[in-house]
């Protein structure tokens, strides 16, 4: 079944290129089936990219889902057309009286700054807490992952020597845990980020697991109540984002070593290999399906 998103938005006509199957809200209309409701609070500054990618892995399963796009209301973007935001985008004011059964907290480019300094935090705090309530369950990336574990749990980040970017390996802990369905006992994911979280934290935490961890740490978090799911990775990079970030860091004129087991031969003018794909969907269909599909009402109050 398809991802209904607006008719105009770009990402629709990049995924439809990629025989996604994407339906526009006239389409959606006349079909009597109870689609999800998944919202995206996309923090990452290229949002375009962020949009097609996260919706490439949400449009490939059997469930029809209706994906609303969350921006901060208290942070004027530097990197998006204000029209964009304004046309495919809403605020949190606006949708704080509805329920949705999933959402997504993204990433952020911020790690260097404590949770406080962060512009958008208070903001950022009401809507964790309002997950509690109105989400049936809510998967946060990267540096999204590290707030949550902090808001909710208490367990802060801390700076890296130097930043962890790259493929590394993965094991699984809980192999028979429904979010890792399928998954092979070693995967492989990709890292970018300044700040890591601490192992032993999680671990002696009594309502969280640590579900996967690697070469880079923690990776899969989840909570025992099955609400609050952390990736501290980007399992929805496409296989030239980082390649694309080291060559953005580089022209910025940052001191920065080419990401670890990345380029074919360490050679940064060849191509990526996507190696991570077949996980990234099983992650994707696994979270929608057991976490939000199974668990979620098929009325809300």
């Known amino acids: 079944m398809p991802i209904n998103i607006p008719r105009k938005m770009p990402a629709k006509e990049i995924l439809e290129k990629e025989k996604i199957f994407v339906m526009d809200e006239d389409r959606a209309i006349t079909q009597d089936i109870r689609p999800l409701n998944i919202l995206i609070l996309n923090l990452m500054p290229e949002k375009q990219k962020t949009e097609v990618q996260l919706l490439r892995l949400l449009g490939n399963t059997p469930l029809q889902l209706n994906v609303s796009f969350l921006h901060m209301a208290t942070h ?19 949708v704080k009286d509805k329920y949705f059964d999933g959402m997504i907290i993204t990433g952020a480019p911020i790690e260097h700054l404590p949770f406080q300094q962060v512009t958008y935090w208070e903001e950022l705090k009401e809507i964790m807490k309002w997950t509690e309530t109105q989400v049936t369950s809510t998967m946060h990336i990267c540096w999204g992952a590290q707030a949550a574990l902090y808001y909710h749990y208490g367990i802060d980040k ?50 969280l697991l640590l579900v996967s961890k690697g070469e880079a740490g923690p990776f899969m978090i989840m909570s025992k109540d099955e609400k609050n799911i952390m990736i501290t990775g980007h399992l929805e990079y496409d296989a ?25 031969n360490n050679d ?34």
Not at 76 to 94: A, I, R
Not at 173 to 196: C, E, I
Not at 240 to 264: H, V
Not at 281 to 299: G, I, R
């Open 76 to 94: 004027q973007s530097k990197t998006v057309n204000k029209t964009h935001l304004d046309q495919f985008y809403t605020t949190f004011s606006q």
């Open 240 to 264: 030239t984002t980082l390649a694309e970030e080291y060559k953005r860091d580089l022209n910025k004129g940052i001191s920065i070593q080419p990401p670890e087991n990345y380029f074919p």
């Open 158 to 207: 801390y700076e890296l020597q130097e930043k962890c970017s790259g493929i590394f390996a993965h094991e699984l802990k809980y192999p028979k845990l429904k979010l890792v369905r399928g998954f092979d006992d070693v995967f492989l994911a990709p890292h970018s980020r300044n700040t890591s979280v601490s192992e032993e934290e999680i671990d002696q935490h009594p309502d």
């Open 268 to 301: 940064y003018t060849k191509k990526p290999v996507h190696t991570w794909r077949s996980h990234s969907h099983l992650l994707f269909s696994n979270w929608l399906n057991y976490y939000v599909y199974q668990e979620t009402p098929y009325e809300w109050k």
